[in-house]
């Protein structure tokens, strides 16, 4: 299948084919992660270094895109929740920093949200919707690798560190929006709750961002808890 790089790229529909192609990656790959836990553990710089290509593949693809079509700082500023995700992503993968981790998990519940209701995304024809899909897997995977090979889970310490950094990606996107039009983190337009003004969306953003992570953490503990 050869991609499609026009621009702007077509819309996919939500509950659709394309939807569930990425549903579909995403469940594969988790299945694999959890059934072959030894291999992985043996294989785990294998791993850890084919998650590198494919994360700084996707980057380059993506950032490649904003630039040949001339998208400006509106759209082509890593400053989605979610670019910001896989950024940090990638320091834990080359570095194996436990505070790179704390911000990926906790930043990451986000991209449930996303992957499940993946408004204005592309389809599977277009080169940005396998960006999309490879840049939020991706995001959901890290962790659980990390869980398989290191032993690793989210910490109370961690949660705190991470509602302190997204309260201040929060104030930056804000920033960032107003100065260039954006609509990073979906401050401006979004698919529900259209109604609110730049303040109450800052504040809707702030208590529901924390509010998300803590969830997440509380999940992690109870599955932490499950498995004794």
Request: glycine share 10%.
């Amino acid at each position: 299948m050869v991609l499609s790089w026009h621009h702007p790229p077509p819309l996919l529909e939500i509950g659709g084919r394309d939807h569930a192609a990425y549903l579909a990656l995403y469940l594969t790959l988790l299945v694999l992660l959890l059934t072959r836990k030894e291999l992985i553990k043996r294989r785990k710089e294998l791993v850890r270094r084919l998650a590198i290509v494919v994360v700084v593949v996707q980057q380059v693809a993506m950032y490649s895109y904003h630039l040949t079509h001339r998208e400006g700082l509106e759209q082509g500023l890593p400053l989605h929740v979610c670019r910001v995700t896989s950024l940090v992503g990638l320091v834990w993968l080359l570095t194996g920093a436990d505070w790179a981790m704390q911000l990926v998990f906790h930043f990451g519940v986000f991209a449930y949200g996303s992957l499940a209701y993946p408004w204005g995304n592309a389809p599977v024809t277009h080169a940005m919707g396998w960006s999309f899909a490879v840049n939020h897997v991706v995001t959901l995977l890290l962790p659980v690798l990390a869980a398989v090979t290191e032993e690793w889970w989210p910490t109370r310490e961690g949660l705190v560190t991470s509602i302190v950094a997204f309260l201040g990606y929060l104030a930056v996107t804000d920033r960032v929006n107003q100065a260039t039009g954006a609509n990073y983190f979906y401050l401006r337009e979004r698919p529900f709750l259209q109604g609110l003004g730049r303040r109450g969306s800052i504040v809707v953003g702030a208590v529901g961002g924390c509010a998300v992570m803590a969830g997440g953490y509380a999940v992690s503990r109870l599955l932490a808890r499950a498995r004794g």
